[in-house]
């Protein structure tokens, strides 16, 4: 309760915020995702992997450095749409190692470890280190996480949030932009404690749930979010218990098995990148509606459904968003004991 209150007072007092933090003091030497990273100064510039790692930067006014970026699930928050558009977007998923390194920048900050690390789709982090690129990967990703298991990793601990603040204020410590780093956490707290807070409630109702991001093909079995992930966390902060029992970050789960478990409430990913069919929400609703055995699941014959954005299930700015959406949700739904 102490440090929730602290959260609310930082949020509010956003000035006194910025009068107190410290800058950094350089050389600055931070371990990350098992390697350390060490900076004479702040970077003159950055490309980003992953929609997350752009928003933060943009959020802690670092959008002039950025060079390039890349890996979007959804369109930019409306906040930055004109800085945005400055930037040049590398690739809408991943981008390639040259188009990356041919910016020559001073950092390249990471989303996903598989986008960067030892089996790094876009490259591993020896590859840019060998040419004086530093690479920040998100903890968030890595922490308590193997991701050489499972297509999106598989959690050894359950996700913390605490490793999102993490990246902000890293981030913010290495562009030496402490303050701004510190007043966005205070105010991602303040929201998260009024957002969780009839999270006894919802757990008397016994409420379950099941998170759909995604389908290869929408004749086979969905991603769902697994145990021990962001989304299992945004679950249980609510209140809410997850029906699917992998530790894999989104495991592969048949339909029957989700009948079967019969979640109370299903949260499906809207989004507008086009990689898999399944991305369109539409085509999402349309599977439930038509599909024999979907179909049948209460949650879908009694409309509880709730429609969150893509990036919202994933440890960024917009988790805290859509956990704010689902509580919201889920307490306008009649659920009964």
């Known amino acids: 309760m102490f440090v929730s209150r ?17 800058p950094t003091q350089y050389p600055l030497t931070l371990e990350n995702c098992g390697q350390p990273l060490s900076f004479a100064a702040a970077p003159k510039s950055a490309v980003t992997i992953g929609q997350a790692a752009s928003e933060i930067l943009y959020s802690l006014g670092l959008g002039d450095r950025l060079v390039g970026t890349s890996l979007w699930f959804s369109n930019v928050l409306p906040e930055f749409e004109a800085q945005n558009a400055k930037v040049e977007r590398l690739a809408d998923n991943d981008p390639s190692f040259e188009s990356v390194i041919n910016k020559r920048p001073g950092l390249v900050a990471v989303q996903f470890e598989w986008m960067v690390g030892k089996q790094g789709v876009v490259g591993t ?18 922490d308590g996480k193997d991701n050489l298991v499972g297509a999106d990793g598989t959690r050894l601990q359950p996700f913390q949030i605490d490793s999102l603040y993490s990246s902000v204020r890293q ?6 932009v402490q303050a701004e780093g510190e007043q966005l ?20 109702k ?60 299903l949260v499906l990913a809207r989004m507008d990148r086009r990689r898999f069919p399944a991305d369109d929400i539409e085509k999402k609703l349309e599977f439930l ?25 994933q440890a960024s700015l917009r988790m805290v968003t859509g956990i704010e959406t689902l509580a919201k949700a889920v307490d306008g739904f009649d659920i009964q004991r």
Not at 16 to 21: G, K, P, W
Not at 125 to 132: G, K, N, S
Not at 228 to 239: E, F, H, P, Q, R
Not at 242 to 265: C, F, I, R, Y
């Open 6 to 22: 602290l959260a609310v007072l930082a949020a509010s007092v956003g000035l006194s915020t910025l009068a107190a933090a410290s």
């Open 125 to 142: 982090r020896e590859q840019f280190h060998d040419l004086q690129i530093p690479t920040y990967i998100m903890p968030s990703d890595c």
């Open 171 to 176: 981030l913010a410590a290495i562009f030496d």
């Open 185 to 204: 956490v205070g105010n991602l707290q303040a929201r998260l404690d009024k957002a969780v807070a009839g999270a006894e409630q919802r757990q008397a």
């Open 206 to 265: 016994e409420i379950s749930a099941a998170f759909w991001f995604s389908s290869a093909d929408l004749d086979l079995d969905p991603y769902m979010a697994g145990q021990k992930g962001v989304a299992d966390y945004m679950m249980k902060s609510l209140g809410l218990r997850n029906v699917v029992e992998s530790s894999e970050e989104w495991p592969t789960v048949g339909w029957e098995t989700l009948a079967k478990a019969n979640p109370t409430v």
């Open 289 to 313: 509606r038509n599909d024999p055995v979907a179909q049948h699941m209460d949650a879908v014959k009694n409309g509880r459904i709730v429609i969150l954005e893509a990036d919202g299930m």
